[in-house]
């Protein structure tokens, strides 16, 4: 039996009770500082930010994604054929499945349903589908089950809806009781109901060209007023505009009716530049805004009053001189929304030729007080791919 006993600075060891010391003494402050040392992290480790999976990834992207070919499908498919004839075995397929994820956006294949099948074929087969109960419940392979829901995952976020066929794949691979199946069952539920559930669709791909980029914005914008027209004005044919770009204007005839109605020097202010989404991509627009509207006098008259009949088949007139004007779904508490456009600089000067193409069809507003209470525009219309291109 050995016994540990500390005295003043030195530690000796005694064996049992007879006294004897061991010959080897080792000072306290010695064993405190080894056993800091050994417990202290390599200052290496602070000094690297990126950890071992980003390495791993970074490393299948080096040496089966980056290619001199051109980026697209078969080159994708391509880089999995290599890896998957290269060993058997497929070692490290976890690790590659990571990397292709990853990439898939480059290669323009993140919304192919083959290519995440081809993706999901990697993974051997019959490997890790649990052999009992007990394997299933205590999640059989956990690191490769967690690989396969990320690309479900990956799937779902980019609005791609599997097929039986690759439930079939993901049966032959982890069985009936593994998450990947319950995953592939939830999506299979859903995904179709939320399919179709938006009012505005949009189709599986949207044009690369800024022009019809905001025609698909202003009309998700200015759905709430079937009759708005759309309009597309070319800065170049103003001999003022300093600003050489296109422009897209939207307003109804309910617009142009609320500004004609204005008196003169009303100011209206060109405000924005605001944000809308369409997918991936993204739009800013601007509105004219006009004063807000009073609001009408409440109603005091329900449907079961029977006091005030009007005999209109006798020719009796009603009690009013009037009908009450509803409100449209332009005026809102804030003021009311008079027109609104997309251009392509989101600058100023391509604004005041929007204006002045506005001036054409609403004589009216050469009469009014424009004010443009521009803070920050928020720069061209583009897709949102190729400014992240553009800010590396």
Aim: charged letters at 25%; one cysteine or more.
């Amino acid at each position: 039996m050995l016994r540990l006993v500390s005295r003043g600075m030195r530690c000796v060891v005694r064996h049992g009770g007879s006294g004897a010391v061991h010959p080897n003494r080792i000072s306290v402050t010695q064993l405190i500082r080894q056993q800091n040392l050994a417990s202290k992290p390599d200052e290496t480790d602070f000094n690297e930010d990126k950890t071992e999976d980003q390495k791993n990834y970074e490393l299948i992207t080096q040496k089966y994604f980056t290619t001199t070919e051109q980026r697209n499908k078969k080159s994708f498919e391509g880089a999995i054929d290599i890896f998957t004839h290269k060993d058997n075995r497929r070692r490290g397929t976890v690790e590659f499945i990571y990397g292709a994820l990853r990439n898939m956006e480059h290669f323009g294949v993140h919304k192919d349903l083959a290519s995440y099948k081809k993706l999901m074929n990697v993974f051997p087969k019959g490997k890790y589908i649990p052999e009992n109960r007990l394997q299933a419940d205590f999640f059989h392979y956990p690191k490769q089950q967690n690989c396969a829901v990320k690309v479900l995952v990956t799937m779902e976020k980019n609005k791609v809806i599997p097929d039986e066929e690759m439930g079939d794949m993901i049966l032959n691979i982890f069985g009936k009781y593994g998450n990947p199946f319950k995953k592939y069952c939830r999506m299979m539920y859903w995904l179709p109901k939320f399919k179709n559930i938006s009012p505005w669709l949009l189709p599986e791909t949207l044009p690369h060209e800024a022009v019809e980029l905001a025609k698909f914005a202003l009309l998700q914008i200015t759905s709430v007023d079937p009759l708005t027209k759309l309009s597309t004005y070319n800065a170049e044919d103003l001999e003022q505009a300093t600003d050489k770009t296109w422009i897209v204007s939207a307003q109804s005839p309910d617009q142009k009716e609320l500004l004609a109605e204005l008196e003169d020097k009303t100011p209206v202010y060109v405000e924005g530049a605001f944000r809308v989404w369409l997918d991936n991509q993204q739009v800013n627009y601007f509105i004219l805004r006009g004063p807000p509207r009073p609001a009408p006098p409440p109603i005091t008259q329900t449907e079961d009053d029977i006091k005030d009949i009007r005999l209109w088949m006798d020719g009796v007139k009603s009690k009013k001189d009037k009908l009450d004007r509803h409100p449209t779904v332009h005026e809102q508490e804030d003021g009311t929304i008079l027109a609104i456009a997309a251009t392509g600089t989101s600058s100023r000067e391509s604004l005041l030729s929007w204006i002045r193409f506005l001036e054409r069809e609403n004589p009216v507003l050469s009469n009014l007080a424009v004010l443009f209470t521009l803070q920050s525009p928020l720069g061209p219309v583009i897709p949102v791919k190729e400014s992240s291109e553009l800010r590396r």
